[in-house]
Every structure is written in C-alpha cells, then in structure tokens.
C-alpha cells in the first residue's frame, strides 16, 4: 500500500532530530570524554532512531532500513557494556564516600577497581561500532534519504486520516505488549519478566513521543507517567542485577586471592564492605518493588492505560474538528527529550 507523502515527511523530521542528537555526541563518545553523559545520550538518541525507522517502514526500501538497522543496533549494544559499566561506577563511588568505618571500605575500593577495569575493556568496542558506522556511510546515507522526503509536505500541514491511524495502530500495539506484563507485578520474583516489562515501557514511550504532537496537550501526561515507571521498573533491575552479581564477584576474588597467595587469608578484608553494599541493594529493591506495586494498582483504578486508548482513538472520530495542525518544530533543547 502506498504511503502518503505527509505520512514519510511527519516521520522524518522525527527521525532527524534523533539523528542529530546522535552525531552530536559523537566526538566525546569516540575519545572516550570522561563526561560520562556522551555515552548515555548518545545511547537514548540510537535507542530512539531503532524505535522510530521501523514506524515508518514502508517510507523505506525493506532491505535498506534492515541494513540501517543493523547498523544502528551494533552500535547501541557496544554503547550499552560502557554505560551499564559508567553507571555502577558511579552507585559504587557514591556508596563509598559515605563509608566511614575503615573496615568496609576495602571490599568496596576493590569492586570499584575492578568496575573501572571492566569499563576500560568496553571503550575499544565503542570505538570500533563508531568507526564501522562511519565507514559504512550509515548515517549520510539516512540524511540523505530523509531529507529528499521532507519537501514533499510543507511543515505544519494538518495531519491527514492515514497518519492518525498509523498513530493509534502503533501505540495500541505497544501498549497491548506493555499491558501484557500486568499478572506479572505483584510476583516479586518474576525478576527476568520486570526487566522485560521495562523494556515494553520504553518502546510504549518512545512511540507515543514519536506520535505525541499530534494530540492535545502532546499526551504529556502519559509520558510523564510511563517516564516514571521507566525509571523505577530500572532501579528495581539495576538492584537485581547486583544481587546476582556482587556473589559472583567475590567468589571471582576469592579465587584470585587464593592463585596469587595460595591462601584465601587477605580475602577475607573484602567480604564485609560487599556484603553491606549487597544488602543495601536488597533492601532497597525490596522497598522500590513495594511502592511500585501499589502505584500500578492505583493507575490502574484510575483507567490511566484506557483514558490513552480513548485519547488516541478520538482523531479517528473527528479529525480536524479536535486537533488542530501541527506546530512549528521549535529549536531548544528538551530535556526530558534527553532522558532514557
């Protein structure tokens, strides 16, 4: 089925904008900048061009955007072995500076040395997902592409029937994945299937962004809340992840105290500050589940995930009576934009 050329032009100027804030961060990401925030934007800009080229798949040659795609992929995944690392670096130290008794502050230093081991191993595969990226000519080649169809529709052209259907298909079918997970919440070792639920809260996110201008008021109120969820679905992940790894970690350490002494003795300064930390993550997962448990019963008392399939729905009512054009694209910086 053809496409309309509003349809192509509407999503790439979303795209592009992702695009830019891409190559913005390039230089600090390839030179491995200790602003550890190149990586993390840059990562949400890749996440968000994986999430948006295939709303519009068929604005694309089919094995062009697989190949774009790949490419796009290859480098969020090398992007994301560094910021995971970044990020535990940072819980580690800050853990640390608030450390005072002397006895636990060995096992720490330990992990954090040990964390920033591993993020040094991480750089050399950014660097080289950067680099194949370039030499592929990906990134011109999406320009490009996108900008050849952006003239085709003049900016701020009301949205015509086939974008709003797009709209609606797209974030009901995210939506239905997101609210999949629901028998899931109260069960607080469904570990794996939470990770996976946040997961679906993001691409739920980043596709109603993609469409949000479109509707009154930019469904602002459903990205604040799935913003949040986000975030807190990837605290709970974050202290699931130490959970698993902190054992796993002094176990590595034991062993090594052992090959390079040939007895554990020196070992044993390491295992408190750990296991503090370790039950600090515990605790904390174990209060931010609870919380989010009983704030996911209350938006769904509320009908939060209905009141956006009625709001969505509306355009396919009445068009141009509820929703008027489009605004101008304004030029500033969106923070909110910027976050994960």
Not at 177 to 200: G, Q
Not at 219 to 245: A, K, M, Y
């Amino acid at each position: 089925m053809k496409t309309s050329a509003c349809v192509c032009a509407y999503g790439a100027r979303v795209i592009l904008k992702h695009l830019k804030a891409f190559e913005k961060e390039w230089q600090g990401v390839h030179t491995g900048a200790e602003d550890i925030e190149h990586i993390h934007r840059m990562r949400v800009a890749s996440r968000r061009l994986r999430a948006t080229l295939p709303l519009f798949e068929r604005c694309f040659p089919p094995k062009k955007l697989d190949g774009w795609m790949k490419a796009i992929r290859r480098v969020t995944r090398a992007l994301g072995a560094a910021r995971d690392a970044d990020v535990q670096i940072a819980r580690v130290q800050a853990f640390l500076d608030g450390v005072e008794d002397a006895r636990l502050r060995p096992g720490l230093q330990r992990l954090l040395l040990r964390l920033r081991q591993a993020r040094m191993s991480h750089q050399p595969a950014v660097t080289a997902a950067l680099e194949k990226l370039a030499e592929q000519g990906t990134l011109d080649e999406i320009k490009t592409f996108l900008e050849e169809r952006l003239n085709a529709c003049e900016e701020g052209t009301p949205p015509d029937a086939e974008l709003y259907a797009l709209a609606h298909a797209e974030i009901t079918r995210r939506l239905e994945t997101f609210l999949s997970y629901d028998a899931i919440v109260p069960v607080p070792e469904r570990v794996a299937e939470l990770h996976e639920m946040r997961i679906a809260t993001k691409w739920l996110r980043y596709t109603v962004e993609t469409f949000a201008p479109l509707y009154p008021d930019e469904l602002s109120h459903w990205l604040s809340l799935l913003r949040n969820i986000q975030e807190r679905l990837g605290q709970i992940h974050d202290d699931d992840v130490w959970l698993t790894f902190l054992p796993a970690f002094l176990e590595e350490e034991r062993q090594r105290v052992e090959a390079f002494y040939g007895y554990t003795r020196p070992f044993r300064r390491l295992v408190a500050g750990v296991q503090w930390f370790e039950q600090t993550c515990r605790e904390e997962r174990e209060r931010l589940y609870h919380e989010f448990v009983s704030d996911w019963q209350l938006w769904k008392d509320r009908r939060e995930w209905e009141a956006l399939q009625e709001q969505i729905n509306l355009p396919r009512l009445d068009t141009g009576e509820i929703y008027p054009p489009l605004k101008q694209e304004e030029n500033h910086n969106d923070s909110e934009m910027l976050s994960a």
